[in-house]
């Protein structure tokens, strides 16, 4: 028989953050914000004084030797200009077309790369190289291309008069070059009596212009009147074309991955997730800690077993396994039903249904009639479903008249 014990009590924590906690990380998210605009202003206005340690001819950069007032003048003046951050392999596979820009690339590309744009150049694109050519590096790809290069003592703000046979020297006069180098081949562009300094070649469809003068449209130089002739022949020259111009990042160390996560902590929004990351954290510490004392639930305890019932039975029933819950259902059963009446288990279905008989004063034969079906129930290795209805509806009614006959001390046990 099961009893009631005394409820066991369940120790659990407030479950509640008052008001205050929120706005303390609605303004610690603001607070951080903030620091990071203001710190990224401070940090730009402070570069623009600080010389810089490494010249960096890129788009990205706002210093001296970048090229950001270069790439913002070809985009007010409506030239269709991107930046290229993907392998060289890609310019084949996704059938890129235009005109690819290499200022001072920091990594030349490789033999089967430079193969790579040479095709591309040949199928009726444009390639623009700036560089000092004083690497092996850089002399090779142009070695390729049919030009070469030499040495020369570095000479600054030269002034080279452009070769009038080409329309992109409308009103461009002259440039004013520092090169420490001479390129051998190709059409001269603009030249001085030491040399070619800037050199043109056709390369099957395309063309492709090299100059050993990579700080030519440098940002140092944009605000200089002196410097305009440079300016306007670069722009002559990307106006005429292939479009869209690409300008190489990916040789200054730049990719253009398809990780959101990279592209998200990139500049100042990578260092606001960074500063949520870490109040993130600081919330979820505090969110385990205790704010009060401990509080005791009562739980109440379940007197039935119905819910473990139930689920036996729905298992059972999923399995089609019916002769195993009947033999889980009659052989306790019948033990205690011939131990009631005093007979032992071995005995006969006939000798039991006699006894019950004699103890009840009911009818013998419906008894007998169904420990034999239960008997070969037993027996039987696939139980119908409605068998089983039957044997447990016969199998609940001999037990409620046992228990009726106990109560009443007929049979043993009273």
């Known amino acids: 028989m099961n009893s009631v014990s005394e ?26 914000v903030l620091a990071v605009i203001v710190g990224d202003k401070f940090k730009q206005s402070l570069g623009q004084w600080l010389p810089e340690t490494l010249p960096n ?13 270069f790439y913002e ?11 290229w951050q993907k392998p060289y392999r890609m310019i084949d596979q996704d ?28 199928d009726g694109n444009d390639l623009v190289l700036m560089d000092d050519l004083s690497m092996h590096s850089s002399r090779k790809l142009i070695g390729e291309l049919g030009l070469s290069a030499h040495s020369f003592k570095i000479q600054h703000d030269l002034t080279a008069p452009v070769e009038r046979v080409f329309p992109e020297s409308a009103m461009v006069p002259d440039l004013k070059i520092t090169s420490e180098a001479r ?10 009596k030491w040399g070619t300094l800037i050199s043109e070649l056709k390369v099957g469809k395309g063309r492709c212009l090299v100059a050993s003068t990579p700080d030519m449209c440098a940002n140092e130089n944009l605000a200089d009147p002196a410097y305009k002739g440079n300016f306007q022949f670069l722009i002559n020259w990307l106006s005429t074309s292939h479009q869209p111009i690409y300008f190489d990042e990916k040789c200054h160390g730049y990719s253009s991955g398809n990780n959101v996560f990279f592209f998200l902590l990139r500049g100042p929004v990578g260092f606001v997730i960074l500063q949520l990351l870490i109040l993130l954290a600081v919330a979820l510490w505090s969110l385990n800690q205790r704010f ?51 007979v032992a288990p071995h005995e006969s279905p006939e000798q039991l249904a006699q006894a019950w008989a004699e103890a009840s004063g009911q ?35 001999l037990s409620a008249g046992s228990r009726e006959l106990q109560a009443h001390g007929k049979i043993l046990g009273a």
């Open 7 to 32: 409820s066991p009590k369940q120790i659990v924590l407030p479950g509640r953050y008052g008001r205050h906690h929120l706005w303390w990380l609605v303004g610690l998210l603001a607070l951080s």
């Open 57 to 69: 001819p890129s788009t990205y950069n706002e210093k001296q030797s970048g090229y950001s007032g």
């Open 73 to 83: 003048l070809a985009e007010k003046i409506h030239i269709p200009v991107k930046r």
């Open 95 to 122: 059938k890129v077309r235009g005109t690819l820009v290499m200022i001072a690339p920091w990594e030349m590309p490789t033999t089967g790369e430079s193969d790579l744009l040479l095709r591309w150049l040949e």
């Open 183 to 192: 390129i051998d081949g190709g059409n001269p562009v603009a030249s001085n």
């Open 292 to 342: 009060g004392p401990l509080v005791p639930v009562p739980v109440s305890r379940k007197i039935s077993n119905l819910e473990f019932i139930n689920g036996l039975a729905t298992s059972y029933q999923k399995a089609r396994a019916r002769d195993t819950a009947w033999a889980m259902i009659y052989q306790p059963f019948k033990g205690r039903l011939c131990k009631l009446l005093g």
């Open 363 to 397: 009818n013998r034969t419906k008894c007998e009639e169904f420990l034999r079906k239960a008997q070969a129930a037993m027996e039987k290795r696939h139980l119908d479903e409605k068998e089983l209805v039957e044997l447990v509806a016969a199998c609940d009614e």
